[in-house]
C-alpha cells in the first residue's frame, strides 16, 4: 500500500509508523500537493524515521534534462513515479541514466488505453493505473470503472490508483487483484494532510484482505 502526496515531515512519520509500503511525495508544479526539491530530503528523512520497510517514491510529469539531478539517487527516494506521458524509449532513456527504480503511470479514459501497457514491461519495474480527468494528473479520487479491469493481468507489477479508500479497498483488492494500492485524496482532510485514522483503517483493510 502507498499513500501519495504529503507534505507534512510529522505526518511521514506517523504514516510510515504505521507500516504502509511507500510514501508519495509530488514534485509536479501544478499539483496542490506540491514539494519542491530543497524540502524532499527531510520528507524522505522524517519517512525513514518511521522504521520499518517503507520506501520513498517521488512523482514527476515529464520531467526535462535539465531536471535529472534532482530525480537521481542520494534524495532520499527509492522509486521516481513518470505520471506524465513518457514514451517508452524516454522511459528507458531515465531507467539508464537515474540510477534508481522507475514506476509508470498510464491515466486510464477508455479499455484500450490498457493495451499500452504490455509495451513498458522490462523497461519500468511497475505500472500504476489511475483515472483520467481532464487537466489533471492524479489525486482526484475518480475511479477507473472497474468492469474495464477486470481480467487486467500485466506480465509486471501494477498498483491501482482513484478512488482507493478504508470503503471501497475490499472489493477493489478481491475482483481486481492488484498488487499494490494508492491512495491520496479519500484518506485526505485537505490537499497534502492526511487523515491518520483513515490511512489505519485503509491499511487495516489491506492486511485483512492479504491473511483472508
Not at 16 to 36: E, K, M, Q, T, W
Not at 41 to 47: G, I, K, N, Q, T
Not at 78 to 101: D, I, K, P, T, Y
Not at 157 to 175: F, I, K, M
Amino acid at each position: 500500500m502507498k499513500v501519495c502526496g504529503l507534505r507534512e515531515p510529522a505526518q511521514a512519520t506517523a504514516i510510515a509508523a504505521l507500516g504502509v509500503d511507500a510514501i508519495g511525495v509530488i514534485a509536479v508544479p501544478s499539483s496542490p500537493r506540491f514539494v519542491p526539491a530543497a524540502q524532499r530530503p527531510d520528507l524522505f528523512a522524517a519517512m525513514a524515521a518511521g522504521g520499518g520497510d517503507c520506501f520513498g517514491v517521488l512523482v514527476v510529469a515529464d520531467p526535462s534534462d535539465d531536471r535529472l539531478e534532482e530525480l537521481g539517487a542520494g534524495r532520499g527516494h527509492a522509486v521516481v513515479q513518470l505520471h506524465g506521458n513518457e514514451s517508452v524509449e524516454r522511459c528507458r532513456e531515465l531507467a539508464q541514466g537515474l540510477g534508481v527504480r522507475l514506476w509508470k503511470a498510464l491515466r486510464v479514459r477508455s479499455p484500450e488505453d490498457l493495451e499500452a501497457a504490455a509495451a513498458y514491461a522490462g523497461v519500468v519495474e511497475a505500472l500504476l493505473l489511475d483515472a483520467w480527468q481532464p487537466g489533471q494528473l492524479g489525486g482526484t479520487g475518480h475511479r477507473i470503472p472497474t468492469a474495464w479491469l477486470e481480467g487486467f493481468r500485466p506480465a509486471f507489477p501494477w498498483w491501482l490508483a482513484g478512488g482507493v479508500s478504508p470503503e471501497t479497498a475490499s472489493e477493489l483488492l478481491v475482483r481486481l487483484q492488484p498488487d499494490g494500492l494508492d491512495a491520496s485524496s479519500a484518506l485526505e482532510d485537505r490537499p497534502g494532510v492526511k487523515n491518520l485514522a483513515r490511512v489505519a483503517a485503509l491499511l487495516e483493510v489491506v492486511r485483512g484482505s492479504a491473511t483472508g
